[in-house]
């Protein structure tokens, strides 16, 4: 590691100002448990960091708007977000996910901001907020802009997030009448980054309506599974309805082998997640 | 001595002496230690398996500012002229010379004040080398063309490597054969025979303190401090070197975070006393996660092992090839290749056996020493082998063991009768802690359940000697003396109940103190489950040694023998004031008899023996292949538990270092290049990886050749691990698995071939 400046600003636009687009070794700093890595590594020798740390309340807060939108600060700290009760109360899946996300050393230090523009594709959280249909809040030097979840990343650790924007902050609806799960596999430790991630969302009108299946993790990037979804909606859950279902998403899944998995064995692992998270979702109460 | 002083110091869970301090952060570690005018070592690995080394440009390197210095092999020859050393081979160059053999080997070393300025400096070095075909399998390196090192340089320190002096043309480092009976004319006549093959992977040994040393240079002298597990070796090794007399080298220890092995015999220490002999400065070089991967790991191996049973269930011979993958530089792997040939053939009376053992050069990072010393992948082929052929002969696998086990009197492949090894105990108290004849759970829908268990056991490591001096100081106070090194297995604690059963003294007020060659007597090292035997001994005698001394203070002074007059006060008598010393030594060799060369037979092949079984009840997600250990049993024989506590922290210590051999960890190689050389790649088992219940048990039992009873445990419960788990696979879902580690997507394809 050679010297480098560590700057905080305090405010967002001290901070974009801060950025250098054209430089790709001037980066935001948010937990640096992704960065540290790069660095130790020698991938990344940093001229500057922008630490985001005093960059102003609305990154680092929790709220829940009064039409029960949830609004996540990006240096929010994963471990809060695990842990806030409004969190827990309205959108108990993203407490569930998180527990698994990591280990507990990890989500105390990395922010949602963090794990959402570092983009690897083994990432735990975009697959859910894509289901939930969350949004980013992106500020750059000519103002802000939403992004959906869904979109924002566009391949390995590659985001439309461009060199002078910042996440601000993510947004998600209210769940509504909404059900949720999220499914993880692991294949070499229980901690390890996922093999896949299944998400599924829909709402519950006795049947099954919009509903989304996301899978991370096994593919380049986070992947909704259109024809398992397509499967599924208007329908009601049953077992011949969730192999179908876990069958068709195998299909059509285009994974990626790694030291996690082959082709073929995450071929067979989506088949079984996508009814697990389905099973799990339809299980689990419906939101109030 | 003391009136209020207690006997009953064997037996007792006493805390660790060391406790407060570790979880205080006060514990003194080699990582921490910074030396005035001290400069790092940042070092310059080679990124191809095997090549002759065209170039090394050092000059990119050598021109950043803060560099002190840039050494290459043709600096460390100008300190020393032959720079080759190891255990069992004088074979690893200090820094690359002419060749590379493995990837990861060290060729450059960077010194500067700032260590990240050496490790910036490190990646400006560039190396060109020509590439050589490489071997990298231990099973076609025996054949291979591909030669990994041109001529053999056998040590001398094993007499039985000195016939491989300079033998050319092969890989193999060592063989060692044992012949038992008439194993031809056993086949011939068998009812049954058996044959598989099982093979494990290249794995490392992880201690979170990654290794480090540091050299002090002084007038004429040199100080190394290191984090080893065997400073005697060290100090002996380095002094060949350099050609000095070992008392111009002192070597210093502290506490280790963790070495299983891995930090034997010399690491870094010879390039370190190069360096700061070139530098005429304190070096100190710290490796990274990463370059442990690099320095050395556990052999792989494969074992072909054939069996012939008789219409009883009896096994009446059996037949062992084993193929250990050694890397380019033998280190200690020959020893692990004899020392285990002399078990390959498992637990049971078997009277015809054919053992051959073959250590290999491969172009893969070194092998060693890593708990088990081979044993646990001896155990994996002949317990899995010993449940296939129950489950083929439908016998019960427990009824089938009982059949052929071995028991105290009677002969073990090498000839040696067995005694105080408790190997029918381990299995009846494995037996009865799974509940072996009550029906069991075998789980529903898509998860199904099995048990299974396996049991093994090891020759220790022999002959070895250990000195201790125990010394008395003039307040009566006690301080021990000895070179084992507490790596976490808590040598201190035991080493102090040990001294204080003797003196008859509470054992917390034994000051232990750590090796340093210039102070603490020799030890060969700690290694092998070796330490409460040898030193154990030692320092027992130490201790006797000193009481008979105080005995004969007390004459001197007129003091009846039985009389409590404090030791301090007969100083006080014998001096007139506060002054003088009583200093117990003691010496521990045990009696050794060599395997015969060709037959590998041997009437006294160890000095005891170390028994561990494993029980296991698995669930298989057969949708997935996902193994979850639900319940893990480790029960052991190591005589009389010198401090249960500990004790059973060791075993369910070593199990879970077993655990993670078997179900996760593997170095993944391709096309030459290790791929996951850190942590967040290479999966050692984390909290949530652990099997919901772990029970260790330490049977009943009496080493009588041992101090108090008592013998070695670091190793024992590492033994029955894998195979006790692939046998509760087998039991659960019907599929064998016959290579390690058994990963979900290992167990998913043998469930799809099986058509289940
Ligand atoms: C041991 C370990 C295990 C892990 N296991 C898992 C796992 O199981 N599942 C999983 O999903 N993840 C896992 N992770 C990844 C973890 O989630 C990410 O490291 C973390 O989320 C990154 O967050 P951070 O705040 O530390 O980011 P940083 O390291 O600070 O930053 C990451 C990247 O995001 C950029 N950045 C940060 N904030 C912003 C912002 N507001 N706007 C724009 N760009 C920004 C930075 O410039 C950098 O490029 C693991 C990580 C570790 C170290």
Redesign the pocket.
């Known amino acids: 590691m050679t010297p480098f400046d560590l700057v905080e600003p305090p405010s967002l636009g001290e901070a974009l100002k801060l950025l250098e687009p054209d430089d790709s070794a001037v980066?935001?700093?948010?937990?640096?448990?992704?960065?540290?890595?790069?660095m130790k590594s020698g991938f990344?020798r940093p001229k500057r960091?922008?630490s985001?740390r005093a960059?102003g309340e609305r990154?680092a807060r929790i709220r829940i708007e009064p039409n029960g939108e949830l609004r996540i600060g990006?240096?929010v700290?994963?471990a809060a977000l695990e842990w806030a009760p409004e969190v827990r109360r309205d959108f108990p899946v993203i407490g569930h996910t998180l527990r698994?996300?990591?280990?507990v050393?990890?989500?105390n230090?990395?922010?949602?901001?963090?794990?959402?523009?570092?983009?690897?594709p083994?990432?735990?959280?975009?697959p859910v907020l894509i289901a939930l249909g969350a949004c980013l809040v992106?500020a750059g030097p000519r103002g802000e802009r939403a992004v959906p979840v869904e979109g924002f990343a566009t391949g390995h650790?590659e985001?439309v997030?461009k060199g002078d924007?910042?996440?601000?902050e993510a947004t998600i609806p209210p769940l509504g009448r909404r059900r949720a799960a999220y499914a993880?596999c692991?294949t070499r430790s229980a901690?390890?980054?996922?093999a896949l991630?299944i998400a599924v969302a829909w709402d519950d009108d006795g049947a099954i309506r919009s509903p989304r299946i996301v899978l991370?993790?096994a593919t380049e990037r986070p992947t909704r599974l259109k024809a398992a979804e397509a499967l599924i909606a208007g329908r009601t859950l049953d077992g011949a309805l969730l192999t179908r279902a876990g069958e068709a998403a195998a299909e059509e899944a285009d994974v990626v082998a790694d030291a996690r998995g082959s082709v073929s064995y995450k071929k067979q692992l989506v088949k079984v997640y996508v009814a697990r998270a389905l099973r799990a979702a339809g299980a689990g109460p419906a939101a109030p | 001595m003391s009136a209020t002083a207690k006997a009953g110091q064997i037996g007792r869970s006493l805390p660790r002496l060391e406790g407060r301090a570790k979880v205080t952060g006060r514990a003194e570690y080699i990582h921490n230690l910074r030396l005035p005018g001290m400069v790092h070592g940042k070092i310059f690995r080679s990124a191809v398996a095997h090549g002759r080394i065209r170039r090394v440009d050092t000059a990119a390197a050598k021109a950043l500012s803060g560099v002190f210095a840039v050494v290459t092999s043709d600096d460390i020859r100008k300190v020393i002229s032959n720079p080759y050393y190891g255990p069992a081979f004088h074979d690893q160059p200090i820094l690359a010379i002419d060749k590379v053999r493995h990837v990861g080997e060290p060729v450059a070393v960077v010194l500067a004040e700032d260590p990240h300025v050496a490790e910036e400096a490190m990646r400006l070095i560039i190396a060109e080398y020509d590439e050589l075909p490489a071997v990298t399998d231990e099973v076609e390196a025996m054949t291979s063309t591909v030669i990994v090192h041109d001529a053999l340089k056998p040590a001398g320190i094993f007499p039985d490597l000195k016939h491989l002096e300079g033998r050319k043309g092969t890989n193999v480092a060592l063989d060692f054969h044992l012949r038992r009976g008439d194993v031809k004319q056993a086949f011939a006549e068998a009812t049954h025979v058996f044959e598989h093959t099982f093979r494990t992977q290249p794995v490392m040994h992880t201690p979170l303190e990654p290794m480090v040393s540091a050299a002090e240079p002084g007038d004429g002298t040199l100080t190394i401090h290191t984090a080893s597990q065997s400073p005697s070796f060290v100090r002996m090794e380095v002094a060949r070197l350099l050609g000095w007399p070992e008392n111009r080298v002192r070597v210093k220890t502290a506490f280790l975070g963790g070495g299983f092995g891995a930090k034997l015999y010399i690491k870094l220490e010879a390039l370190v006393a190069a360096l700061a002999l070139l530098a005429r400065r304190p070096v100190k070089i710290s490796l990274a996660m990463d370059e442990q991967f690099f320095t050395i790991t556990k052999h792989p191996s494969t074992f072909r092992i054939k069996s012939a049973v008789d219409k009883d269930g009896r096994v009446t011979a059996r037949e062992c090839e084993v193929w250990w993958n050694g890397g380019a530089y033998a280190d200690v792997g020959p020893r692990v290749t004899q020392k285990s040939g002399f078990t390959a053939a498992g637990p049971y009376d078997i009277d015809n056996v054919a053992i051959d053992s073959y250590a290999l050069y491969t172009n893969r990072p070194p092998a060693g020493a890593l708990r088990g010393f081979g044993i646990p992948q001896l155990v994996w082929a002949y317990e899995s082998h010993t449940d296939m052929i129950a489950r083929a002969l439908g016998i019960d696998p427990v009824e089938f063991r009982r059949r052929n086990i071995l028991r105290d009197g009677r002969p073990q492949a090498t000839g040696t009768v067995m005694k105080d090894a408790a190997i029918d105990k381990v299995l009846d108290r494995l037996v009865q802690r799974l509940g072996w004849s009550r029906p069991f759970d075998r789980g529903q829908g898509s998860v199904k359940r099995g048990r299974g268990l396996a049991v093994g056991f090891k020759a220790s490591i022999a002959p070895t000697t250990s000195v201790a001096i125990l010394n008395l100081y003039a307040d009566g106070s006690c301080g021990l003396y000895c070179s084992t090194v507490d790596m976490g297995q808590g040598s201190d604690t035991a080493m102090a109940q040990i001294a204080a059963e003797v003196l008859d003294i509470p054992a917390e007020t034994v000051r232990v103190v750590h090796p340093d060659t210039d102070v603490t007597p020799y030890d060969m090292a700690t290694l092998g489950s070796r330490s409460t035997y040898h030193m154990g001994h030692a320092v027992k005698r130490a201790a006797e040694d000193a009481r008979v001394k105080i005995d004969a203070l007390k004459a001197d002074l007129g003091v009846p023998p039985g009389s409590n007059v404090p030791l301090a006060e007969l100083f006080r008598r014998k001096y007139g004031m506060q002054a003088g010393n009583i200093v117990g030594v003691g010496s521990f060799v045990p009696s050794y008899a060599s395997p015969d060369h060709d037959t590998g037979l041997t009437p006294n092949a160890t000095p005891f023996w170390m028994v561990g079984g494993t029980g296991a009840e698995v669930e298989v997600d057969t949708e997935t292949g996902h193994v979850r250990v639900a319940r893990l049993i480790n029960v052991a024989d190591l005589g009389t538990p010198i401090n249960p506590r500990i004790v059973e922290t060791q075993l369910s210590g070593g199990a879970i270092m077993q655990l993670g051999f078997t179900m996760q960890e593997r170095m993944e190689f391709a096309d030459g290049q290790l791929l996951n050389p850190n942590?967040?790649d290479y999966k050692i088992p984390g909290m949530r990886d652990l099997p919901a219940r772990i029970e260790s048990e330490a049977v009943d039992a009496v080493e009588r050749g041992g101090p108090f009873g008592a013998k070695g445990v670091g190793e024992t419960a590492t033994f029955g691990v894998s195979p006790a788990i692939a046998n509760a696979i087998d039991a659960a879902v019907g599929v064998r698995l016959t290579e390690l580690p058994l990963t979900p997507e290992a167990v998913y394809r043998a469930l799809r071939k099986a058509g289940r």
Not at chain 1, 27 to 38: C, E
Not at chain 1, 100 to 103: K, P
């Open positions: 980066r935001p700093l948010a937990g640096g448990t992704a960065l540290m890595l790069l990344f960091l922008v985001l960059a990154l990006a240096m700290r994963l698994t996300l990591a280990n050393r990890v989500r230090v990395a922010t949602l901001g963090g794990h959402l523009a570092h983009a690897d083994h990432s735990d959280l975009p992106l650790y985001t997030c924007e910042l996440i601000v993880k692991t901690d390890d980054w996922p991630g991370g993790a | 942590l967040a």
